[in-house]
Every structure is written in structure tokens, then in C-alpha cells.
């Protein structure tokens, strides 16, 4: 999938994705992480999501990875706080108390320009990207986190009823990706809301993955 494609989307303001709520599934399962506050969760693909303030509101810290910089810029904005900004390596990091966003692309981000991680919450990476990368981001997730443990959301339906994204990710498909690498409970699936139900039935699949 091209960059200018998300590049357009939020420029024309597309943004069917941004959820205008915190996710409730974030809400009821992030406790699985079992992570004290002051614990740092990395957010990759992140947008603008609503999820970051509710995390930092809780006292996490909080690192994200989004190509778009004005999603950025609004996210900021939101949040009512002033980013320092600097350049690492093809990157720019955007900087404020508790917060670290990457801003490019997230198969330029290293393990050592990303820093220690304590969990993954992975709500709009895996299901944004088509099949053919999804191997790629998942193999390069577990590279730059240290197999860090995940709370991961999914989305599962008939991919010929809609183009995506979001993309359809089955539990095979889940379990090919990170089986050998951790033990994967799935902790939640019902009906999926919103605008993707509008458009197909869609199941919404809630998976933690500790380390082996």
C-alpha cells in the first residue's frame, strides 16, 4: 500500500478509521498487560487515536509510530501539549511529558530509535496493512519491540463484501503470524460496530499475546 494513500486520506480529512470515542476494548482488556504505570506502550500506526490521552491518563507512557504528519499535528493539538521535534535517522520524533511519536515510516523505526517497550496495543496496524505486508510489519514488530507482549484488535469478515482497509484478519492468520514466538489467548470476539457493520457483518476479535 502506497504512502500517498494514507497521505490523502487524512489530508481530505477520509479518516473513517479515527474512532470519536476511547475504545472500550482497550479499556476492558488493557488490565491482561498486568503493566504498573509509568510503563511505556507503544502505539504503532497510531493516527490521532483518542486511546493515547486515555493511556496517559492513566499514568502510562506512550510511543506511536504514524506516517502522517498532520495526524500528528492534530494529535498534539488535542492533547493541548507542544511537541519538540528532532530528526532520528529518516525519522522525525515528536516529543512531550510521557509521550513519544515517530513520525515516517514504521519500517524505518529500529529497535534503538524506538527504546524499551512494555507492551504493544496494536488496535489499527495489522488490519490497515493488505496481505501481502503483514508479514513484513509482524516480523518487523517482534524485531523492533524485543517480542514485546501485545493486546492485539482484529477485525474478521467476507474480504470480497469490502476492499479495506480495515483488512480482514482471520485467527489462522493471527497464529501463523506470532504462534511460535508467543502464547496467544483470545480474550473477546463479538459483532463489530460502526462503520464497518454497516458496510458487512464483521466479527471484532480481541487477542493478548504474552512471550513464550
Known sequence: MEHSFWHQRWEENR???HESKVNPLLVSHVGELSLAKGRRIFLPLCGKTL???WLLSKGYRVVGAELSQLA???LFTELGAQPEISKVGELEQWSANNIDIFVG????LSKKILGPVDAVYDRAALVALPEEMRNRYAAHLM???GKSQQ?????YYDQRLMEGPPFSVSDEEVQRH???HYDLRLLASAHATGKLA???AAKENVWLLKRK
Open 178 to 180: 506470532y504462534a511460535d
Open 198 to 200: 454497516e458496510q458487512c
Open 143 to 145: 524485531e523492533i519491540t
Open 51 to 53: 486511546d493515547i490521552s
Open 151 to 155: 493486546l492485539v484488535i482484529c477485525y
Open 105 to 108: 515510516d514504521i519500517f524505518r
Open 15 to 17: 479518516i473513517g478509521f
Open 72 to 74: 500528528i499535528e492534530q
